[in-house]
């Protein structure tokens, strides 16, 4: 099965500081990155997304750098807040299918 | 515009029984995934519906099936529900069609537990 591997499993960040998050994929057919946050209790959220004709997106405090020839991809938090304190899954697909394969999860806790 | 639409948000069924879980897309979305999500597998995908057809399968048995019907709401169906089916079961609609890769967005699950 094809995977994504997504790391760390926990981070620990203060407020305002930068939160990194990484992820690799081993299908080169893959060219659909997003990335999801999801709170307890409440189902994944889209936070952000990339195609691999570019190397970085940027929406409001998030960025997604990505680095077709690694394979790899990641999500980075500026001004990291508490109330950014979820658990963020990165997840891959290619054109032909719909479906997501996701990164196991990294449980972000943010530190006032 | 309302979002994906799961019901009920918590089941407890006992190990043999069947179950039935309910998805409603948001409206204008055709296509219709169901990931299960459980601490040790995280998210895998089960199926995915579009224009009342499985486009893709994952790779889970038999006693896992689906259907969507005409207004694009989809069903799931667990049948001799096993200790291990014990997961949030996730639902996600996109716009679908012949484009790839269309944001999808998801419900916030059913709980099921099996006892």
């Known amino acids: 099965q094809q995977q994504v591997k997504q790391s760390p499993q926990s981070l620990i960040v203060q407020k305002g500081g930068i939160s990194i998050i990484n992820c690799a994929y081993e299908n080169t057919a893959f060219d659909y990155f997003p990335w999801y946050q999801q709170f307890p209790g409440k189902g994944p959220a889209l936070l952000i997304a990339?195609?691999?004709?570019?190397s970085e997106k940027k929406e409001g405090r998030f960025t997604i750098s990505f680095n077709k020839s690694a394979k790899q991809f990641s999500l980075h938090i500026m001004d990291s807040q508490p109330g950014d304190s979820a658990t963020y899954f990165c997840a891959a697909s290619n054109s032909g299918y719909s479906t997501l394969t996701f990164g196991k999860g990294t449980m972000l806790l943010v530190s006032p | 515009k309302a979002g994906v639409t799961q019901t009920p948000r918590y089941l407890i069924k006992t190990r043999g029984q069947q179950v039935t879980l309910s998805c409603s897309p948001i409206s204008g979305h055709r296509s219709v995934s169901w990931y299960q999500q459980t601490p040790g597998q995280g998210l895998q995908f089960l199926f995915e519906y579009f224009s009342e057809t499985q486009r893709n399968k994952g790779n889970f048995p038999g006693r896992f099936s689906g259907r969507q019907f005409s207004n694009s709401r989809s069903e799931m169906n667990v049948s001799t529900l096993e200790l291990g089916d014990s997961a949030l079961y996730l639902c996600?609609?996109?716009?679908?069609?012949?484009?790839?890769?269309?944001?999808?967005?998801f419900g916030d699950g059913t709980r099921l537990s099996i006892l």
């Open positions: 990339i195609r691999p004709d570019v």
């Open positions: 996600a609609s996109s716009l679908g069609g012949l484009v790839g890769n269309q944001p999808q967005h």
